[in-house]
């Protein structure tokens, strides 16, 4: 059997029971129950669960940690953290978290001026950071934030924006919030993202320039409000060294404006940076959160002593960590490529060409014990037979019998092979892989496989009680050849061979609640997959709530521009009243397939 990695990348959040994979919480419902439950209510095609108690584990695993954290090292300072949008900005995202994160004063980050006005109007008494480059008014949304009330904190990226605070200030007369300097760090991450630090970063101020800002805050009267030193070094890092030495020279920075000075400077903003595993087939992350969160505190404490200051508070806006697992991608197996090659469509004839009748005959005879080397041989013909199809040596029919026969031959030889040659099997994978065509976008659903082949743990909610035979490569519904998870041998995904007549099959994309649906594409205009929040109520049953239907096609065309009403009159105008009826039913739907086993 295979448990597709979860002891790796699911932190105990599903469980495999009864060849279904189930949630690991309260009535541990399986996930096909939930589709089940989905698809009754007419909804077709992927579906996007999204799972508000793990966003709740998240948080309180991160606030727990540092917590015991600062109790052993008998830290001064506190621990705070804010959600940055950027990683997930959608309402149902986004009010459980704040709800969840009450308790602990969760606060969120900003980095543009439409963040700005999400954390203006749905944070409650909790921090506001503010990163990314800022105008005059971005800045003076920051001054109204804080006349609201808010704890805000505007972080600088440059000294232009120090300017635009004074002036401001001058200017409006309102109370300024806490400002916050980001720091140019010599040190960078490590990891896919890690370009955001580093002496080239194209974020934070040079020493000089720190130097010249605090200058401008004593000759502006403002010292008092500069309260925060930030770093981010890279979203999801998988070693923790570049950390220590972000840590390291970060600290030292607070230290020596400490004693330039800055009496209300007290915290120290590490960023985002903690992974989450993603790969389902070995551990890539080489730290634990207790050593991350261990290393920040024993770090900022020895330098504060070194340095004769107050030991900093600390804040951190880990996005990833808290919000990966939190949502769950289903898609529809629409059809297997090899369903086609079925002994009923041989065309054979009173004479065949040679090669024909040895794949007939191995097939045929094939034996468990000659499965292997009768699969080499078919795959062998198979090559030829094609290539005397190119010099015109063979007709039609003749190739279309020699790739029904290759194909079930291959088929045969699993089916014997399944028992103990698994390894064999995974030697010769490249050449009889299974092609899964899933009614989903990954353009729309895992953009960052496209864009820089992140990986993401992938298997199939049901079936699990059985072994899967077929080495995959997955397809989307778009036209484009980069819609594609391809088979890879260093990193074997095997599902089941499944008779799509007879049964349904569903495949499960994980981790992917964070930036996969905020930076997803509409290309071909499929827009995003239906979702759902999944909650519990008192009595532990299953709740589905805020149910968001696919996109109709008469509002993906809406949303580019299009004149929907000038669609319509002319669609109308070309056809009959009934065909136009039928037509406008289809405008008003999503763009997702949608018979049968969609
Ligand atoms: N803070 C800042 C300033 C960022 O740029 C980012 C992301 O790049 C984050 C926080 C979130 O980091 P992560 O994705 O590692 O959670």
């Not at 203006?120 to 008494?125: E, P, V």
């Not at 934070?204 to 981010?232: R, V, W």
């Not at 900022?300 to 919000?323: D, H, Y």
């Amino acid at each position: 059997l295979n448990d597709f990695g979860i002891d790796i990348w699911s932190n105990n959040n599903f469980i495999i029971e009864e060849g279904k994979l189930k949630l690991n919480y309260k009535s541990k419902p399986s996930l096909i129950s939930l589709v089940n439950s989905i698809r009754k209510k007419d909804y077709k095609g992927p579906l996007l669960f999204r799972f508000p108690h793990l966003i709740e584990k998240q948080i309180d695993r991160l606030y727990d940690t540092y917590t015991k954290a600062i109790k052993e090292y008998s830290y001064k300072g506190s621990f705070n953290a804010v959600f940055p949008l950027k990683v997930n900005q959608y309402p149902t995202f986004v009010k459980p978290l704040i709800k969840a994160g009450q308790k602990h004063n969760y606060g969120l980050e900003a980095g543009s001026k439409a963040e700005l006005f999400i954390a203006m109007t749905y944070n409650k008494n909790a921090p506001i950071t503010v990163n990314g480059f800022k105008d005059k008014e971005m800045i003076h949304l920051g001054f109204i934030a804080k006349k609201m009330g808010h704890n805000i904190t505007l972080i600088i990226e440059g000294l232009n924006e120090l300017e635009t605070i004074i002036d401001v200030a001058k200017e409006t007369k309102l109370q300024p919030p806490n400002i916050g300097v980001r720091v140019r760090l010599f040190n960078s991450g490590s990891g896919a993202w890690a370009k955001s630090g580093g002496i080239d970063s194209k974020f934070g101020l040079s020493s000089t320039e720190i130097l010249e800002a605090y200058d401008q805050l004593e000759k502006n009267n403002l010292c008092e409000y500069l309260t925060m030193i930030h770093f981010h070094i890279g979203s999801s890092m998988n070693s923790i060294k570049p950390l220590k030495n972000a840590l390291k020279e970060s600290g030292h920075i607070y230290a020596e404006l400490k004693n330039l000075g800055a009496t209300n400077l007290s915290a120290i903003n590490i960023g985002g940076g903690l992974a989450i595993e993603y790969s389902q087939f070995n551990r890539t992350i080489n730290y634990s959160l207790h050593e991350f969160a261990s290393d920040v505190i024993f770090t900022l404490k020895n330098i504060a002593k070194q340095k004769g200051v107050e030991e900093p508070n600390i804040f951190t806006e880990s996005g990833r960590f808290i919000s990966a697992s939190s949502a769950v991608l289903i898609a529809p197996v629409l059809e297997l490529f090899s369903a086609e090659y079925e002994a009923v469509h041989l065309r054979l004839k009173k004479k065949n060409p040679p090669l024909i009748e040895e794949l007939n005959e191995l097939y045929k005879d094939m034996k468990k014990k000659n499965a292997l080397e009768y699969m080499h041989d078919s795959i062998d013909h198979l090559d030829s037979l094609l290539k005397l199809f190119d010099l015109g040596y063979i007709d039609l029919e003749d190739r279309s019998n020699a790739e029904i026969l290759a194909n079930l031959i291959i088929k045969k030889a699993i089916s014997f092979l399944e028992v103990d040659d698994y390894e064999e099997l995974k030697r010769i994978d490249n050449k009889i892989q299974e092609k899964y065509l899933l009614n989903f976008s990954i353009f729309q659903s895992l953009p960052d496989f496209w864009g820089i082949k992140q990986e993401f743990p992938i298997m199939p909610i049901t079936h699990l009680d059985k072994k899967p035979t077929r080495s995959a490569s997955i397809w989307d519904i778009t036209c484009d050849s980069d819609g594609e998870i391809e088979f890879d041998p260093t990193k074997p995904l095997y599902l089941h061979d499944v008779n799509l007549d007879e049964e349904e099959y569903f495949i499960g994309f994980f981790q992917v609640g964070a930036y996969q649906d905020v930076l997803g594409m509409k290309h071909n205009l499929f827009s995003h997959p239906t979702e759902v929040n999944v909650l519990f109520n008192e009595n532990d049953e299953v709740e589905l709530e805020h149910i968001i239907e696919s996109q109709k096609i008469i509002d993906i065309l809406e949303d580019i521009d299009y004149d929907t009403n000038e669609i319509k009159a002319i669609l109308n105008e070309k056809l009959d009243k009934d065909t136009y009826a039928i037509l406008e039913k289809y405008l008003y739907d999503n763009s997702y397939l949608k018979t049968t086993w969609s």
